[in-house]
């Protein structure tokens, strides 16, 4: 298992090795952001009563798979 310095210390690695201004300065914007992000996000009622029914659909085993949606939206697709 990778340890967290040997994780950076690739990073950084391959950080000196870009020479794209312009990838570099997203790959800034990005890390200044996920830096800053922990600022606590407030919920509507809406959105928490949405994740609670979604939680009782987990408890309740209501849950469709990924396989089986993708399936339906290509026979809806080829419905069209």
């Known amino acids: 298992m990778e340890t967290?310095?040997?994780?950076r210390n690739?990073?950084?690695?391959k950080i000196l090795s870009i020479k794209n201004k312009d990838f570099l300065r997203a790959l800034?914007?990005?890390i200044t952001s996920s830096a800053s992000s922990s600022e606590v996000?407030?919920?509507t009622q809406e959105q928490k009563?949405?994740?609670e029914m979604s939680e009782e659909d987990i408890k309740n085993g209501e849950l469709v798979s990924q396989?089986?949606?993708e399936k339906r939206n290509l026979e809806w697709l080829n419905g069209i």
């Open 67 to 69: 396989d089986i949606v």
């Open 41 to 43: 996000v407030e919920l």
């Open 49 to 51: 009563s949405l994740l």
């Open 4 to 7: 967290i310095d040997t994780i």
């Open 10 to 13: 690739g990073l950084i690695d």
């Open 28 to 30: 800034d914007n990005l």
